[in-house]
């Protein structure tokens, strides 16, 4: 989180954080029910990057083999995007099959179950966003993208609106079987989206 | 009950596709679903997945998050079975009992609670990557194993390679102590004969040397600035006796106003042309051969397409030429263009090889043009990294990156009755000690002589020597620690450093880093040969060199 915020700012950060982290527990519940094993899931940290200084994007990229993106349109309009590195997938990929998977090749199986484990942590953190909201929200169906395997990906030129500035960056902690598994969760929302998102937030919390 | 929505479009689909009310009733069963399940639509429509498929109860929670949610939600085969089952033959190929599937659960937003469901047949698919997964692991065991066998043989090589140099270093050496006794023409020709044939298989030894070190990533290679101008001459230096015994005109034409200075591997650059300018002067009876330096246009190493500048080399000859169809194997290992070549011209096949392989590792090319009886050009590039003015090289640059220059003592500076240095030799070898011990003599030394390290250390403590030469291999003590123990008790008696050179076989730069970290000053490489003897007893022995402290 942005240390310079002001205390109002915060608080809505901490507010986001919380919802979030709803949604994600949301989420790991129905992981665990699936894989019949304990699974954690918790968004630690929480911050902004502008698209303009692309050093933030760059690490991720460097990162990256695995990318889940899901667009939604109505109250909230964006996509969200769960991108995990080589071994944080091909580990992720192992514990939810119960089998040994290769280092650098991801099977029907383990993409079908990768695209499957995004699409419910997507849902969970933007479903509580807009339950939060009120409002509905609309998907279009989850994508899977392998980086570096099929060729290079960018992480988010291809998604990112013309006119939008600023990303949501979530730093997501996965726990199976003991196990930690780190990815990162992207929310990038067309044009104004974010600073609207954070100022309903602001009102739902003010007090009056 | 009909089927509302028994359209050509829901039919034409190559997946199954329904759609459910809000109580799970199927309202619409689209014909591929008819065939997989073999279930109508007049059978199914109307009734609950519960009513028709009890075993898929799972799926009713399914169905009811994302009605919940809204959000679509695809279900992979391995976290959820199947959505509906689909029995597949008892001999399908796959070995699967039921159809592997991809699912995607929709709501359908204008009628509330409705979902749409597609099911797509992916078992052939898991089937065929399945396989190529396995085949995957399959090829990266036996890359790693190929890979493992080829680094083996490698080591094994510079081994045997190593191995094979100490017992020549005795065949070497004492052949050379034969041509200075007395002889008879007929004996001197056999001297000549076994030392032209001792010579050619340590070049063959050197040649695998080389080959397995490059082939195991051992090859190091370095970057000093020398001038290429005089590199190219001083190659022609080396071979202008053997053009002038075949009648051949041997030139190197460098241009003027042109800088030639270079940072790079100076001791590659001149193996790689001295093979070359080599070969073409072997292979050629008539006329002569020619060596060309340019700078040219090319990219920048390490950086993709950014324009810089290339080295290049070439080398012209006026012999034999290759035939097309034989260029291809030219740089392939243990090759020549003609295995007739080998008996009427000698060679290892390696050279080329070599060349190809150390080019590469600098980062440039090689290649050939040729034509039968017209000739043949070959050519190398290397890419120039930093451009050196050749006014800065101090002189004597070329020849310092090979084989250091050193003030060097005449033999006759020595004299005979050994009244000259003393000089202990330790080596564990017999035969090596006699022909140091000859070596030494004939340059004028005492010599004395220790059998390992331990004696080594014992007779330094009791002899005042002038110089040490130290085996690194030895029983008892070896080379290494026998000089870190002597070098201990200087520093303890406030002695004065001798002067220890080792003497080994090992022509790997971690020996020789290891060598001067124990405290050894210099390190001569074995077969051990006069000229080498003389150079370290001109610098380390020699009458008049200042004793360090």
Same mark, same amino acid.
């Given at each position: 989180? %942005?240390?310079?915020?002001?205390?109002?700012?915060?608080?809505?950060l901490?507010?986001?954080?919380e919802?979030?982290?709803?949604?994600?527990?949301?989420?790991?519940?129905?992981?665990?029910?699936?894989?019949?094993?304990?699974?954690?899931?918790?968004?630690?940290?929480?911050?902004?990057?502008?698209?303009?200084?692309?050093?933030q994007?760059?690490?991720?990229?460097?990162g990256?083999?695995v990318?889940?993106?899901? &667009?939604?349109?109505?109250?909230?309009?964006?996509?969200a995007?769960?991108?995990?590195?080589?071994?944080?997938?091909?580990?992720?990929?192992?514990?939810?099959?119960?089998?040994?998977?290769?280092?650098?090749?991801?099977?029907?199986?383990?993409?079908?179950?990768?695209?499957?484990?995004?699409?419910?942590?997507?849902?969970g /953190?933007?479903?509580?966003?807009?339950?939060?909201?009120?409002?509905?929200?609309?998907?279009?169906?989850?994508?899977?993208?392998l980086?570096?395997?099929?060729?290079?990906?960018?992480?988010?030129?291809?998604?990112?609106?013309?006119?939008?500035?600023r990303?949501?960056?979530?730093?997501a902690s996965? @726990?199976?079987? =003991?196990e930690?598994?780190?990815?990162?969760?992207v929310?990038?929302?067309?044009?104004?989206q974010?600073?609207?998102?954070?100022?309903?937030?602001?009102?739902?919390?003010?007090?009056? | 009950?009909?089927?509302?929505?028994?359209?050509?479009?829901?039919?034409?689909?190559?997946?199954?596709?329904?759609?459910?009310?809000?109580?799970?009733?199927?309202?619409?069963?689209?014909?591929?679903?008819?065939?997989?399940?073999?279930? @109508?639509?007049?059978?199914?429509?109307?009734?609950?997945?519960a009513?028709?498929?009890?075993?898929?109860?799972?799926?009713?929670?399914?169905?009811?998050?994302?009605?919940?949610?809204?959000?679509p939600?695809?279900?992979?085969?391995?976290?959820?079975?199947?959505?509906?089952?689909?029995?597949?033959?008892?001999?399908?190929?796959?070995?699967?009992?039921?159809?592997?599937?991809?699912?995607?659960?929709?709501?359908?937003?204008?009628?509330?609670?409705?979902?749409?469901? @597609?099911?797509?047949? /992916?078992?052939?698919?898991?089937?065929?990557?399945?396989?190529?997964?396995?085949?995957?692991?399959?090829?990266?065991?036996?890359?790693?194993?190929?890979?493992?066998?080829?680094?083996? %043989?490698?080591?094994?090589?510079?081994?045997?390679?190593?191995?094979?140099?100490?017992?020549?270093?005795?065949?070497?050496?004492?052949?050379?102590?034969?041509?200075?006794?007395?002889?008879?023409?007929?004996q001197?020709?056999?001297?000549?004969?076994?030392?032209?044939?001792?010579?050619?298989?340590?070049?063959l030894?050197?040649?695998?040397?080389?080959?397995?070190?490059?082939?195991?990533?051992?090859?190091?290679?370095?970057?000093? &600035?020398?001038?290429?101008?005089?590199?190219?001459?001083?190659?022609?230096?080396?071979?202008?006796a053997?053009?002038?015994?075949?009648?051949?005109r041997?030139?190197?034409?460098?241009?003027?106003?042109?800088t030639?200075?270079?940072?790079?591997?100076?001791?590659?650059?001149?193996?790689?042309l001295?093979?070359?300018?080599?070969?073409?002067?072997?292979?050629?009876?008539?006329?002569?051969?020619t060596i060309?330096? &340019?700078?040219?246009?090319?990219?920048?190493?390490g950086?993709?397409?950014?324009?810089?500048?290339?080295?290049?080399?070439?080398?012209?000859d006026t012999?034999?030429?290759?035939?097309?169809? %034989?260029?291809?194997?030219?740089?392939?290992?243990?090759?020549?263009?003609?295995?007739?070549?080998?008996?009427?011209?000698?060679?290892?096949?390696?050279?080329?090889?070599?060349? %190809?392989?150390?080019?590469?590792?600098?980062?440039?090319?090689?290649?050939?043009?040729?034509?039968?009886?017209?000739?043949?050009?070959?050519?190398f590039?290397?890419?120039?990294?930093?451009?050196?003015?050749?006014?800065d090289?101090?002189?004597?640059?070329?020849?310092?990156?090979?084989?250091? =220059?050193?003030?060097?003592?005449?033999?006759?500076?020595?004299?005979?009755?050994?009244?000259?240095?003393?000089?202990?030799?330790?080596?564990?070898?017999?035969?090596n000690?006699?022909?140091?011990?000859?070596?030494?003599?004939k340059?004028?030394? @005492?010599?004395?002589?220790?059998?390992?390290?331990?004696?080594?250390?014992?007779?330094?403590?009791?002899?005042?020597?002038?110089?040490?030469?130290?085996?690194?291999?030895?029983?008892?003590?070896?080379?290494?620690?026998?000089?870190?123990?002597?070098r201990?008790?200087?520093?303890?008696?406030?002695?004065?450093?001798?002067p220890?050179?080792?003497?080994?076989?090992?022509?790997?730069?971690?020996?020789?880093?290891?060598?001067?970290?124990?405290?050894?000053?210099?390190?001569?490489a074995?077969?051990?040969?006069?000229?080498?003897?003389?150079?370290?007893?001109?610098?380390?022995?020699?009458?008049?060199?200042?004793?360090?402290?």
């Amino acid at each position: 989180m %942005k240390p310079d915020c002001n205390i109002a700012q915060r608080e809505t950060l901490d507010a986001l954080l919380e919802l979030v982290n709803i949604g994600v527990g949301r989420a790991a519940a129905s992981i665990s029910e699936l894989c019949s094993r304990p699974v954690g899931l918790a968004v630690p940290d929480i911050e902004f990057f502008n698209i303009e200084e692309p050093s933030q994007i760059i690490n991720l990229q460097r990162g990256t083999t695995v990318r889940v993106s899901q &667009s939604f349109t109505g109250a909230l309009s964006g996509h969200a995007l769960l991108v995990l590195n080589q071994t944080g997938a091909c580990r992720l990929g192992e514990l939810l099959l119960g089998a040994p998977s290769a280092v650098d090749v991801f099977d029907e199986n383990e993409q079908a179950a990768l695209l499957e484990l995004g699409n419910i942590i997507i849902g969970g /953190v933007v479903g509580n966003l807009s339950d939060q909201l009120g409002s509905p929200v609309f998907y279009e169906l989850p994508q899977l993208q392998l980086r570096g395997i099929s060729g290079f990906v960018d992480l988010i030129s291809d998604l990112v609106a013309p006119d939008a500035s600023r990303v949501l960056l979530m730093q997501a902690s996965l @726990t199976i079987a =003991t196990e930690s598994i780190s990815g990162y969760l992207v929310l990038l929302f067309t044009r104004d989206q974010l600073a609207e998102l954070l100022a309903r937030l602001e009102a739902s919390i003010s007090i009056p | 009950m009909t089927n509302p929505f028994h359209i050509p479009a829901v039919n034409a689909l190559p997946c199954g596709f329904l759609e459910l009310d809000a109580e799970n009733r199927v309202l619409v069963w689209n014909q591929r679903l008819e065939q997989w399940t073999r279930r @109508t639509a007049g059978e199914v429509l109307g009734r609950t997945l519960a009513d028709l498929f009890p075993e898929v109860s799972a799926m009713e929670k399914v169905l009811a998050a994302v009605r919940r949610s809204g959000q679509p939600q695809v279900l992979s085969q391995i976290l959820h079975r199947y959505f509906l089952p689909v029995p597949l033959p008892a001999n399908h190929l796959s070995g699967f009992p039921y159809m592997q599937q991809e699912c995607c659960v929709a709501p359908i937003l204008p009628r509330p609670g409705h979902v749409a469901v @597609t099911i797509t047949d /992916v078992t052939s698919h898991v089937v065929g990557q399945a396989r190529l997964k396995a085949l995957h692991r399959e090829l990266a065991v036996a890359k790693e194993v190929a890979e493992a066998a080829s680094r083996a %043989k490698s080591e094994f090589l510079a081994t045997m390679s190593h191995e094979i140099r100490t017992p020549m270093n005795g065949v070497l050496g004492f052949v050379e102590l034969l041509r200075g006794t007395a002889l008879d023409a007929e004996q001197k020709a056999f001297v000549d004969t076994i030392s032209h044939s001792g010579e050619m298989l340590l070049r063959l030894i050197n040649d695998i040397l080389d080959f397995s070190k490059i082939e195991s990533g051992k090859l190091v290679l370095e970057s000093i &600035s020398f001038d290429a101008g005089r590199l190219a001459r001083d190659v022609a230096g080396l071979l202008a006796a053997q053009a002038q015994s075949k009648g051949l005109r041997l030139e190197v034409r460098v241009p003027e106003n042109e800088t030639l200075g270079v940072s790079g591997d100076a001791v590659r650059v001149r193996q790689v042309l001295l093979n070359l300018a080599g070969n073409a002067l072997k292979f050629t009876s008539s006329g002569g051969v020619t060596i060309d330096l &340019s700078m040219e246009p090319g990219t920048v190493p390490g950086a993709d397409g950014v324009a810089g500048r290339v080295l290049r080399f070439s080398v012209q000859d006026t012999g034999i030429g290759i035939a097309p169809e %034989k260029i291809g194997v030219l740089f392939q290992k243990f090759s020549q263009a003609d295995s007739s070549t080998t008996r009427r011209f000698g060679g290892t096949g390696l050279g080329l090889a070599i060349c %190809k392989r150390l080019v590469e590792l600098m980062g440039g090319v090689i290649g050939v043009e040729s034509q039968p009886g017209s000739g043949s050009v070959f050519w190398f590039t290397l890419p120039v990294s930093a451009e050196v003015s050749v006014a800065d090289l101090p002189p004597g640059q070329v020849e310092s990156s090979d084989r250091p =220059t050193f003030p060097v003592v005449p033999a006759a500076g020595c004299a005979s009755s050994g009244s000259g240095p003393r000089v202990l030799v330790a080596d564990d070898n017999a035969t090596n000690q006699i022909l140091a011990v000859a070596l030494l003599r004939k340059l004028g030394c @005492t010599v004395d002589v220790a059998g390992d390290g331990r004696q080594a250390v014992e007779k330094v403590e009791d002899g005042d020597y002038d110089l040490v030469l130290m085996d690194c291999h030895m029983p008892v003590l070896n080379g290494m620690d026998a000089v870190k123990e002597i070098r201990q008790r200087q520093a303890r008696a406030a002695a004065r450093r001798m002067p220890i050179v080792a003497l080994t076989a090992s022509v790997l730069p971690e020996e020789r880093v290891g060598c001067f970290e124990a405290g050894m000053d210099d390190v001569l490489a074995k077969p051990l040969r006069a000229e080498d003897l003389r150079r370290v007893i001109g610098q380390w022995a020699a009458p008049g060199t200042p004793r360090q402290p």
